[in-house]
């Protein structure tokens, strides 16, 4: 899968950030839901991240700041994986992507199905060699209907920022700084 690059200056959305390090075993209880992880009713789920509808166009991000702080490492690459796919026209897919201040991985997403949470885990790349998977899931809600993503051939175009927005095909994303 190849995804854009994020914008340069891009800075991730507090809202959806995620420090996996922060909280080692988040107590969700036992959690089977499409896409593999977690279907062998362990007690630990990945976790929840708040939701997005169909429409929105949004980045989440997974932030190891805790755990690569005093190593001297940092993210070199991230690559999304989704493993809950419909295989429709609709389905949750990457646009953009990349590392934000070293310990950030951040990947911007459109669409995805209603009314269903979606497996979603980063392959997380450090400069030493590091790999680690962090599993998450995407609730979709249903407040838009079944929403395609930009195409490929216009999303090179549409991708403007202003001061703290990122305009993706008419759809605005609204940045913010991390927040303690």
């Known amino acids: ?12 959305s507090g809202l959806r950030m995620y420090d996996p390090d922060a909280n080692a075993f988040p107590s969700f209880g036992v959690n089977r839901f499409l896409g593999g992880v977690g279907q062998d009713g362990c007690s630990y789920s990945p976790h929840r991240m708040p939701e997005k509808s169909s429409a929105d166009i949004v980045d989440y991000t997974i932030d190891l700041s805790t755990w690569l702080e005093n190593t001297n ?31 950030q991985a951040t990947i911007i ?6 009314n269903y949470s979606v497996a ?17 899931i995407v609730p979709i809600n249903d407040v838009t209907s079944a929403t395609d993503p930009p195409g490929p051939d216009t999303l090179s175009d549409a991708v403007t920022m202003n001061g703290s927005q990122i305009t993706l095909n008419s759809s605005v994303v609204t940045l913010s700084a991390k927040t303690p």
Request: aromatic letters at 10%.
């Open 73 to 103: 490492d940092t993210i070199v690459t991230v690559t999304p994986i989704i493993q809950t796919l419909l295989s429709v026209s609709y389905d949750l897919v990457a646009i953009m992507g990349g590392i934000v201040g070293n310990y």
């Open 1 to 12: 899968m190849t995804i854009s690059p994020l914008p340069e200056g891009f800075i991730p």
């Open 120 to 136: 979603v885990s980063y392959r997380i790349v450090t400069a030493k060699g590091l790999v680690r998977v962090v599993p998450f």
């Open 109 to 114: 997403f459109a669409s995805g199905p209603p």
